[in-house]
């Protein structure tokens, strides 16, 4: 069956520091790939989208993606977190259509 | 970019009513629309897809009688949850595609007491 999975369920990190979000895919063909964020109470906020073509994704925020074929491996990171980045991060995939399929989600927790 | 909106954000209800959520493409058709639900520090799981004109196709698992769902038009979708209990309360999501994206509406909390 197809599945997003994202291993850590939360993730503290001190502020100023780097950050890697990890997400693996299980699918039959390379799906469209994607990054949400959601602060609480709110809805989502897409970060970045992979759909083919050059594996490192630029998104909004300072966020970058890594596509590894590979390793079915869709890593969110970003340089240096600050305060405000604390949120819920979800990992998404979709095939055909625009239904998504998302991960369980991990919980960024941003320390001073 | 394409917007989606939601209304309404948050609605509390009594036990035993009906609440009606819509969600509209402000500036694009959408034939396709979803609509998914949110539990507490859980993901967003599929709730069904609403077609333009046709039936909705739901997925396994929800009560297509609890939650119904129209798409009378090209630019809104309503989900009805019907006989609302307090397990109905949730974080519901609807998002609809364009070109090859899908964007999302806001969210709308309902509480059921």
């Known amino acids: 069956a197809q599945s997003v999975t994202q291993p850590d369920i939360h993730i503290t990190v001190s502020e100023g520091a780097s950050l890697e979000l990890r997400c693996n895919y299980s699918?039959?063909?390379?799906?469209?790939l994607f990054w949400y964020v959601q602060s609480p109470g709110q809805g989502l906020q897409l970060l970045l989208k992979?759909?083919?073509?050059?594996?490192l994704v630029q998104g909004i925020k300072g966020f970058e993606a890594e596509f590894k074929r590979s390793q079915s491996s869709f890593n969110l990171r970003k340089p240096s977190v600050h305060w405000s980045d604390a949120a819920e991060y979800f990992c998404?995939?979709?095939?055909?259509?625009?239904?998504?399929?998302f991960g369980k989600g991990t919980s960024l927790l941003v320390t001073p | 970019g394409a917007v989606v909106s939601q209304h309404p954000s948050w609605v509390i209800c009594k036990s035993g009513t009906s609440v009606k959520i819509e969600c509209r493409s402000l500036?694009?058709?959408?034939?396709?629309m979803f609509w998914y639900r949110q539990f507490p520090k859980q993901s967003l799981m599929l709730m069904a897809t609403?077609?333009?004109?046709?039936?909705?196709?739901?997925e396994q698992g929800v009560e297509k009688d609890k939650f119904l769902i129209n798409h009378a038009s090209l630019t809104l979708s309503t989900l009805t949850v019907t006989s609302a209990h307090p397990e109905d309360s949730s974080f519901y999501i609807c998002?609809?595609?364009?070109?090859?994206?899908?964007?999302f509406g806001q969210g709308t909390r309902l509480t059921v007491v």
């Open positions: 998002s609809a595609g364009r070109g090859i994206e899908a964007f």
């Open positions: 699918y039959g063909a390379t799906p469209y």
């Open positions: 992979y759909f083919s073509g050059d594996t």
């Open positions: 998404a995939a979709r095939n055909s259509g625009y239904a998504l399929n």
């Open positions: 500036d694009f058709q959408a034939t396709t």
């Open positions: 609403s077609n333009e004109g046709s039936k909705a196709t739901y």
